[in-house]
């Protein structure tokens, strides 16, 4: 098991360099030089700016820079606003971003999973096609129209929760909805789907044979194999939550990381696109990394491998 | 074992001795396939006729496609015509869906959206299949070292959300329709590389192919022969899941403000500015957002039905 | 054979597969017996029900609306299987009758240690304290021929070899003691000398423990050593039963000929071409009028297309052929030598 956690760290710092790297040059691929600054930047900030980021030198040793600053973990700020970091950006904007992701994966992931298991118990049953007009239904909806129409619903006509902002409980709960129905949707599916194949497994069988309850059968041994192939979809899952949910904190003017991104991307703020970019990759690459260390302690096979 | 199986006992104790006659002809056929056989296509066609919902969907989708198709032609009304006299106009019988706050007709806009919207989804399907047909086939075909740089290659690109690349990519070739199929691609091939690469490997392992490759088959005609039909209802699966993600993503885009500049009608941009709008004028976000959902629905339950009908293992 | 109540009597049992294409009648009618301590193969080739009959003497089959028993009842100790209800089924599952199945890599839970496993089956048939069911589970470990079972007791499946699985099994269905033994297809999936070790176990266990073994195969040579008696099925119906000496001996059934005539030689110098038999087992979706393998059989008579066989007694005790060979009218037809014994059909 240690030599597998090893291992595999050693390919995620690869990887993380490897991000930093495409990413800075992508970025100065961009046609017309984004990172020029403009004519009018006052000669002090410019000084500033180009001492920090070398911008007046050649691309290689603006690459070295750039390479050192990550390594101390300046990831950049702003070119746009002064005093703007990317860190800063994403300390501040990552509680908002956190609690509505996390609060809509748990959320949509355990009805979800409930969902999936009572319609792969049914299957062929009404629940089951319920479920499955459900889970279709969830992939069909663009979360932008989701959210939007609960917001006019439970916000403008029925005045239940506050449409837009970030000032209180309350808040939270429209934009967790928004995140969830995505969820709920891909967790019932998938469930569903991993829970009929363990259910014509031999060794769902061989628990009947044995004269264990249908309960039983369930709880001690379909739904920990099915649960298995799902612990792989919870890196992107937990990764996408992290990256804040664009369209959510969007739709609902959240202060997130997802909505720093936004406005980055509107104010053609390049440094900051690129800071965030190099950040949520990051992010995304560790939590990969957590949860392959996670399935290497889930499933006794690969630990033994490893 | 005092029983016998039941029939009707009389018949048979007053069976006259004809009856009793050797019957050689019939051992003559003995070794004829007792079953008429079925063609793999025709077996899967058969299926996925049976499948109601499916075949909705196609007719729902061939009825969408068609109307893409001739409204724009013959609608009074063009796509970015503008009528400031009638602005945020809800639907009446000049403008079926209304007009938005130019003036322009949302009826037409849907549908030149459903040409744009659908042209990029298929080409971008199109592309994820060729590519990763051909990264995933040259990885499995010869293995080794080159398989697996190719597929940590994939790895290091995987390990980014893909929205994060679609939308650099997007800021490196600017908003358009060909940059917003090219970001869209360029990440979307992936899965299909990793799927026709498994699908190479498990064939090579095949005792048939090499049971071919004894009696002298050349790769061609294996892949051909093997690769292709075996692997051909995953692919065709995953290109169709393709659509609707790709249709996804270009109105994720919109929504974000990297979508298709004006004047041009995608879905995504009719839903996007419909979204903005849904407090005063509803009915802006409704019928684009409602083409949307039943087409990704449609596609949807198509892909679902194509794996159905596609997986041999379903064949009995 | 004592006139003691038979511990499994099965009578006319069918059982059909409801399928998008029609129903399929998996098995048509089938009937058997069998006293304690006996072994009962069960032989034919793939698709000819034989699993289906086993399965459903545990109900392990595929439950309404996809599968389904038509008719026939299952007696087991005077209770009839196929009317109880689930609950009643897991108790005698628990401690009657258990199963052992084809493929020992796949019928074991790879996320759960052997040694949980096997013991959970054990605390089902009435031990309550964890610690005996433990002790108990070691203990059928050792039995089943595991060496170093305490270690092995903590190990997952995927650390044992496909022939300590198929052990690992047999200790798993042995260790509550059942009264019947459901050995679907035990060595099909292990290479041949383990498959001979496996034989063996479950020989020695059913001595020692008295314990009565339905036991599938589509070999023989796998149930020659180890049955007291053979029902040869095809097509969803037993055409041939009898003690397991008499159907080697006075094989009846032109499908039992076939099978004897398609196995290789034990003297391999003897260099007569085997005989195969032609053609492919009916379609059961829409099973033949008449004798199933009347279409692939040389001794086939016009009477086979359109009626059922009754069951014929032949040489040896309770042996039994369903064919109309076997019928007065047929003898005064034509004669018939049976190919295995060299002497005309009496």
Known sequence: MGKYVLKRFGSMLITLFLIATVTFFLMHLIPGDPFALPRDTPEIVRENLEEKYGLDKPLFEQYTIYMKNLLHGDFGSSMKYKGQTVVGKVTTGMPPSALVGFGGVIIGSIIGLVLGCIAALNNKGKVDYLVIILAILGVSIPSFVFGSLIQKIFGVDLKLFPIQGWKGVSYVVLPMMTAAFTNIAFYARMLRTSMLDVMKQDYTYTAKSKGLTKTEIVKRHMLRNSLLPLVTSFGPMCAGVLTGNFVVEKIFNIPGIGQAMISAIQSSDYTMIMGLTVIFSFISAIMYFVVDILYGVVDPRIRIAG | MTEEIKQTSDDIRTLPLEFFEKDEQAYEDADKITRPSVTYWSDAWRRFKANKIAMISSIILILIAVLAIVVPLISRYTYDQTDLMAVNQAPSSAHLFGTDDLGRDIFVRCWEGARVSLFIALVVSILNGTIGILYGGIAGYFGGLADNIMMRFCELIASIPQMLWVILLILILKPGVGPVIIAIAATGWIGMARLFRGQVFQIKEMEFVMASRTMGAGSIWIILKHLFPNALSPIITNMAFAIPSAIFAESFLSYIGLGLPLPTASWGVLASDGANKLLSYPYQLLFPALLICITMLCFNLLGDGLRDALDPRMRQ | ?346
């Open chain 3, 1 to 346: 054979m004592s006139s003691e109540k038979p511990l499994l009597t099965v009578k006319n049992l069918a059982f059909s597969f409801q399928t998008y294409a029609g129903e399929v009648q998996a098995v048509r009618g089938v009937s058997f017996q069998l006293e304690k301590g006996e072994t009962l193969g069960i032989v034919g080739e793939s698709g000819c029900g034989k699993s289906v009959t086993a399965k459903s003497i545990v109900r392990l089959n595929p439950e309404e609306p996809s599968g389904k028993v038509k008719h026939g009842e299952i007696l087991f100790d005077g209770k009839n299987i196929v009317e109880l209800t689930e609950k009643e089924m897991q108790k005698i599952r628990a401690r009657e009758i258990r199963m052992i199945f084809q493929d020992p890599m796949t019928s074991l839970n790879p996320t759960m240690t052997v040694g949980k496993q096997i013991e959970e089956g054990i605390l089902k048939s009435g031990v309550t304290s964890k610690d005996e069911a433990k002790k108990i589970a070691i203990e059928a470990l050792e039995m089943a021929g595991i060496p170093s079972p305490e270690e092995r007791y903590r190990q997952f499946p995927h650390e044992f070899s496909g022939g300590m699985r198929q052990r690992a099994m047999i200790a798993l269905a042995m260790a509550v003691n059942p009264k019947l033994l459901i050995a679907d297809e035990p060595t099909t999936a292990l290479d041949v000398t383990t498959q001979a070790q496996i034989l063996n176990l479950i020989k020695k266990i059913q001595k020692q423990y008295d314990t009565a073994i339905v036991m599938i195969t589509h070999d023989l040579g796998v149930v020659s050593n180890i049955a007291d008696k053979i029902a040869v099925m095809y097509a969803g119906k037993v055409v041939e039963y009898g003690e397991a000496e008499d159907i080697f001996e006075y094989a009846s059934h032109p499908y039992t000929w076939g099978i004897m005539q398609s196995i290789p030689p034990e003297d391999i110098s003897n260099k007569e071409p085997l005989k195969p038999i032609l053609g492919t087992p009916p379609d059961l979706l829409n099973p033949p009028k008449g004798c199933a393998f009347a279409a692939r059989c040389p001794y086939a008579m016009k009477v086979c297309r359109c009626y059922d066989a009754p069951g014929f007694g032949v040489e040896g005790n309770e042996h039994k052929v369903w064919c109309w060979l076997y019928d007065e009218r047929a003898k005064q037809m034509q004669a018939t030598v049976n190919p295995i014994t060299g002497q005309e059909v009496r």
